[in-house]
């Protein structure tokens, strides 16, 4: 009698909650999130006593986060970063901030969440500290509400610790480099990262959700809630609903789980990445407590040990680069523009999915490749205990590498682009038996987590007696680096083995730049530390034809991918040049020759192979240019595609049709230069495909100023790319002009970088001025936060008019 008089209180008390929930306002939200980049004061060097109130910030600069005070650093051959992070400084800095918090806020929660701080980073809240991170890429908070002073002034010091060098293989950037924001919530609310999505059965008819909600409660007493979560689609119609009931006790917290059916879904593909959302709730008594967010993309995909890949049931290779986090000109500074330009250049290109190397990339990041449509690979480490360089992240594993990786899991399985776990990149640990316990170890980890999603590691050996990494037997995929020469081998020495090629090509160009004759293939050098015949000016042919000694050039790859069935696809190093690692070059060199684009997000040539192959759209691109000395012999390449042959033609005489023949992925000629008109026709069938021409440039007329949006929003965020560079009278482009480019902003932005994708060049990013590469640069416009028009102008100084663009602020 007792337990039926407790079962019918229970219902009485959730049928009372869920009539005040009907009746409660559904558009209020509990949840406040607070932009936190604002009005810091920043200065390099150490000072502990800037965590006490009565400091002095004088002498400190003002700014807006992210920062990163490494680019904006002359470039040293003596900084302690040597050639790996592209000879810019490191060292210790501080941030402070005074900020106010309303008094109304003393009965919540308020945390504060660092999106990455690179690195060792120690917070303090009025002279509070509130604890350490050494890792640089990964997000982390902290809940400063003990500390706070309620409707008073309150203050805020990071001490950031980047000065034990070497710590890194690439470019790193310093600071508080990625976004930081204010959570607020109630006592009742959702825990940090609290939610985890998945989507058990999918079909055309129905897809099955399920939700796991984490609920923390921080009074000091036990309190009952309604949890209501809502799926909304794209047009933010509600399509799914789920409610249940709970007690949690006090000072706790508690997983509660939801299932849901969504008819007829629309999935995620790369064509057509459809997003949800779920909108949680927390009610207590009556009251909306909490509201937290967690996007759902419905899609189902599998790695096949002969079939390779498929997604919703469709076979496809992935077609993915891998990427550094730094963003050229800006850094290491994340900014949501610079990385959907970056984005959209490599989708126009055909890439389908991003190898996040070899770290936790930003929350911004994996938002972009969800809305976009980029499977991912989500990489953890590039370090276990055997170091790489003297002061990696070996020295900080022991300690933290647990937490890292549970909070790197718990961040972003919820992004339905993750589609494969990375747990290390050429880890050490796979030429010796503890690789064994430690991949075994890190991979219970991520299924702890998640288990929906396979578990793999990019590895460099492919001898089985030599990798301990695979003898763990841990892995769901197997990822191999490089030697796509031993590829057709796998099937028989991976028998029954998902593979994919996590890292390939590292083949070296330098936009703009052509060596001749162009058909020989060479080893820049040809093995490690040997003497090799490079150019004086650090450049590297633009022609497919030069290579790392453990590479391949980018067709040569591709020829070998796109034959093998079994293989999942290829991840090429990479879609970008990065600061750092200027392979194979010392000192001026001080970025990498390895992107497909360069540094200052200009398309190499070799970016229309891929985009002749790996998209349907017709392709016709000839190159070099065609400004050389009368009777040079030059080389002429077409990428082209959805034709059966490309004819030439030079001041309107043929010089022949060509076709691709077997496996080729490119034709070219020999051509005698005379100035004029070269012209190129693709054919189908007899039928023009498309037409291309290449004009002799002639002298310089005026500076050309194209910008890659003329609207920019009036929040001190958002960017804008003008490309620059010096055409003729009939604006054909001057090929080779180098002059500097003299630069004013005047209005609603400012400038914030310089770039010309000149792997050598030692000018600073943040100057006001930039020599033209190869006949173009990049110039880097943000919003200021004044409402006023934007106008930038350009000169030379050397009788080319100035030039003028004006842009518009939302």
Not at 339 to 365: V, W, Y
Not at 655 to 661: A, E, N, T, V, Y
Request: net charge neutral; charged share 25%.
């Amino acid at each position: 009698m007792i337990k039926h008089k407790k079962i019918l209180q229970n219902t009485t008390i959730t049928l009372a909650l869920l009539l005040s929930i009907a009746c409660f306002p559904q558009g209020k939200k509990a949840r406040i999130i607070e932009d936190f980049n604002k009005n810091w004061n920043f200065k390099l060097g150490d000072y502990p006593n800037a965590i006490q109130s009565d400091f002095n910030v004088t002498d400190w600069r003002s700014l807006q986060l992210p920062h990163d005070w490494s680019i904006e650093g002359d470039f040293n051959k003596d900084n302690t970063t040597k050639q790996a992070q592209g000879f810019l400084p490191a060292g210790k800095g501080w941030y402070r901030k005074v900020f106010t918090v309303p008094a109304s806020w003393k009965s919540k929660v308020v945390s504060v969440e660092f999106d990455g701080v690179f690195k060792n980073s120690e917070v303090f809240i009025n002279g509070h500290s509130l604890g350490i991170r050494p890792n640089g890429y990964i997000s982390f908070g902290y809940d400063v509400s003990q500390y706070l002073d309620f409707g008073r002034q309150n203050i805020i010091a990071v001490k950031v610790d980047n000065d034990a060098q070497p710590n890194s293989r690439w470019y790193t950037g310093s600071g508080i480099y990625r976004n930081v924001r204010l959570i607020v919530t109630e006592q009742l609310h959702v825990g940090e990262w609290g939610t985890f999505v998945t989507t058990p059965e999918i079909s055309k008819e129905k897809a099955s959700v399920h939700l796991e909600v984490e609920v923390k409660n921080a009074f000091d007493t036990e309190k009952e809630f309604i949890l209501v979560s809502t799926i909304f689609d794209k047009n933010n119609d509600e399509v799914a609903e789920a409610q249940s009931t709970g007690e949690i006790a006090a000072n706790s917290s508690s997983k509660k789980s939801q299932d849901f059916t969504l008819k007829k879904p629309k999935l995620w593909d790369t064509e057509n990445p459809y997003l949800y959302k779920i909108i949680t709730k927390i009610y207590e008594k009556g009251e909306l407590a909490d509201n937290y967010e967690t996007p759902l993309g419905v899609r189902y995909f599998n790695f096949d040990a002969e079939k390779g890949f498929s997604l919703n049931g469709k076979p496809m290779k992935i077609l993915g680069v891998c990427l550094h986090h730094d963003n050229g000109a800006l850094g290491a500074v994340e900014n949501i523009h610079a990385l959907k330009r970056k984005l959209t250049i490599l989708k126009e290109m055909g890439t389908n999915a991003i190898r996040m190397s070899h770290n936790p990339h930003s929350l911004e990041m994996m938002q972009l490749c969800d809305e976009m449509g980029f499977i991912v690979q989500d990489e953890a480490f590039d370090v276990w205990k055997k170091k790489k360089v003297t002061n990696d992240y070996n020295k900080d594993w022991d300690a933290w590498h647990k937490k890292d990786l549970e909070d790197f899991i718990k961040r972003d399985r919820n992004h339905p682009s993750v589609m494969m776990w990375s747990i290390g990149n050429e880890i050490r640990e796979q030429f010796d038996s503890t690789g064994i316990a430690i991949t075994r170890e890190l991979a219970q980890i991520v299924k702890s987590l998640d288990t929906t999603r396979p578990v793999t590691s990019a590895l460099t050996e492919n001898v089985i007696e030599k990798n301990f990494i695979y003898q763990s037997g841990a892995l769901d995929l197997l990822g191999f680096n490089y030697k796509h020469e031993d590829y057709k081998d796998f099937p028989t020495r991976f028998k029954g083995q998902k593979i994919i090629a996590s890292e390939s090509v590292s083949a070296l160009e330098t936009r703009g730049h052509y060596d001749f004759p162009s058909d020989g293939i060479k080893a820049w050098p040809p093995k490690h530390n040997a003497p090799f015949d490079g150019n004086a000016d650090w450049t590297v042919s633009a022609f497919d034809n030069v290579k790392s000694y453990w590479g391949a050039t980018h067709e040569e790859n591709w020829k070998t991918i796109k034959k093998q069935d079994f293989m999942a696809g290829t991840f090429i190093w990479t879609g970008f040049d990065y600061i750092g690692e200027p392979d194979p070059y010392p000192y001026p060199a001080r970025s990498s020759y390895f992107g497909i684009v360069d540094l200052a997000g200009f398309p190499k040539d070799v970016y229309y192979m891929y985009q002749s192959e790996w998209t349907t759209k017709p392709v016709l691109h000839i190159f070099p240019h065609w400004n050389w000395k009368k009777d040079q012999e030059v080389d002429v390449w077409a990428y082209y595609n959805n034709a059966d042959e490309v004819e030439l033609f030079l001041n309107g005489k043929s010089l022949g049709k060509k076709p691709k023949q077997n496996d080729d992925l490119h034709i070219s000629w020999r051509v005698k230069f005379e100035p004029g008109t070269l012209k190129a026709i693709s054919r189908k069938n007899g039928k023009v495909v498309l037409e291309k021409e290449i004009h002799t440039a002639g002298e310089a007329y005026k500076i050309d100023l194209k910008a890659d949006k003329t609207t920019i929003k009036n929040d001190t965020y958002d960017l804008v790319y003008v490309t620059v560079s010096i055409v003729d009278k009939d604006g054909n482009l001057l090929p080779n002009a180098t002059d500097l480019i003299n630069f004013e902003v005047l209005g609603g932005g400012k400038l914030v970088g310089v770039d010309n994708g000149y792997q050598a060049n030692l000018d600073s990013f943040k100057a006001n001025s930039c020599k033209l590469f190869n006949g173009k640069c990049i110039a880097i416009i943000q919003s200021n936060g004044k409402r006023e028009k934007i106008q930038l102008k350009a000169s030379t100084g050397n009788g080319i008019p100035v030039s003028v663009l004006d842009l518009k602020v939302d």
